[in-house]
């Protein structure tokens, strides 16, 4: 089997304040031995005006990139426009994607249409975890399991 390419989706202008956990999340795919398109999503010197490219550069390029992933992980528990329609173009393009969502103090819940929309694109996979060390090992182990049942 050649080498898994995931296209990882998280926050930026959406808010920045989850960028740790997505840096945790993106070394845990790439433990797996993994390639990760979009990396920069957790890199903590990113800020929400973003990489400093045109948007539309920024959006076919990202686009481009999910078509080449064997699949996306998304960390949906920040709310975020950029992520949603990535992740819609992920199921599109027939691609597993799996999305991590983390209850958190404020309580809410994830969106409906993602929420909602394994019942359609039966390559999605919704995972709440929680940020404790327990809550973030599981979530590790739904990645490692989510890497195994994909292809490339
Ligand atoms: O709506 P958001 O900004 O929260 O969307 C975040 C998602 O869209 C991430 O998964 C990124 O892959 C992608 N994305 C959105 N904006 C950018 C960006 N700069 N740089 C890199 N990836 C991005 C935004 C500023 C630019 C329009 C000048």
Known sequence: MSELKVYFAGSIRGGRKDQAICNQLIE????????????????????????????????NRDLSW??????????????????????????????????????????????????GAPNMYHTLKIFEYTRDIAGMAKAKVAISDFLTGVTS
Not at 49 to 54: A, K, L, T
Not at 94 to 114: N, Q, R, T, W, Y
């Open 28 to 59: 845990a795919i790439k433990a797996q031995g993994a390639t990760v398109l979009c990396e920069h999503v957790g890199y903590a010197n990113l800020t929400q005006n973003g990489q400093n490219q045109p948007p539309d550069f920024i959006h």
């Open 66 to 115: 999910i078509a080449e992933a064997n699949c996306a992980i998304a960390e949906v528990t920040n709310p975020s426009l950029g992520v949603g329609y990535e992740i819609h173009h992920a199921l599109t393009l027939g691609k597993p994607v799996l999305c991590l969502f983390a209850k958190v103090e404020d309580g809410h819940s994830l969106s409906a249409m993602i929420a």
